[in-house]
């Protein structure tokens, strides 16, 4: 959902190889089979998005299920066919109808928040979407769980937004926390997540880690 369609060339689908995109599953009501694209990443698919995407917010004022689209276009029956444990569903850095789009699709809402100074102000204008979002359009949606990156731990900047995210939204923060590391950066310019770059360096354990908490969260939830 994000137009600048990082999550595809990091996963190496270029962008002149994006013949349907998220796009079209939105504006033109395109079948899944043609827009879910296999990557080389075993058991991972992925939709890819385009510069397109950005003009939908524009395109789409007018059409009173704008909220909703791609809450149905992911409940559609030809879903059922692909059984998959998880959707990912990365937005755009700003909140916006694509964002909402999200929210109302999504059963969850996982926040990661840069450790750095102005980094909290954004949570607490996206807990107030979110909680409109549940008034207007998902009742269920819940919060996933915030989680720290970038973080340093010999920067005392970074020490302090984790006292204050732990102070402010206490249990919401994960233990996990993501640290400043040059693996993951490089990663998606060799097209690779960490985990298959990398599989030892500390951004790829960490984000193990967080995957480990979160199944973790859910099989609680589930009990
Ligand atoms: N833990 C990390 N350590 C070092 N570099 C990182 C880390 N996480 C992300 N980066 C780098 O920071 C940049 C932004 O990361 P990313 O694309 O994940 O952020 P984003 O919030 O999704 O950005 P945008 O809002 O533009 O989509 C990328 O170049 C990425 O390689
Ligand atoms: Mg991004």
Not at 29 to 46: F, N
Not at 127 to 149: C, F, K, P, Y
Request: with cysteine; glycine share 4%; charged share 25%.
């Amino acid at each position: 959902m994000d137009p600048q369609g990082n999550a595809s060339t990091g996963l190496g689908i270029e962008a002149d190889d994006r013949d349907y995109t998220t796009y079209d599953l939105l504006v033109d009501d395109a079948p899944l089979s043609e827009v879910i694209r296999a990557t080389e990443i075993e058991d991972l698919c992925v939709i890819p998005a385009t510069v397109d995407l950005s003009s939908a917010d524009i395109e789409l004022v007018s059409n009173e299920k704008r909220s909703f689209l791609l809450h149905d276009a992911l409940r559609q029956t030809a879903m059922d066919e692909y059984e998959w444990d998880y959707i990912l569903i990365d937005c755009p850095p700003s909140l916006n109808l694509l964002t909402v789009n999200a929210m109302v699709a999504a059963h969850s809402v996982l926040i990661p928040l840069q450790s750095e100074f102005f980094a909290l102000e954004g949570v607490s204008q996206l807990m107030l979407t979110i909680r409109e979002v549940r008034q207007a359009a998902n009742s269920d949606l819940r919060i996933e769980g915030v989680v720290l990156t970038m973080y340093d731990r010999r920067n005392n900047l970074s020490q302090q937004v984790e006292q204050d995210a732990r102070d402010n939204l206490g249990e919401l923060v994960f233990r996990t926390v993501i640290p400043r590391n040059v693996r993951v950066s490089e990663a998606p310019s060799y097209a690779l997540p960490v985990l298959n770059y990398d599989t030892n360096s500390l951004g790829a354990r960490a984000y193990r880690a967080l995957a480990e908490e979160i199944v973790a969260n859910h099989q609680r939830l589930a009990a």
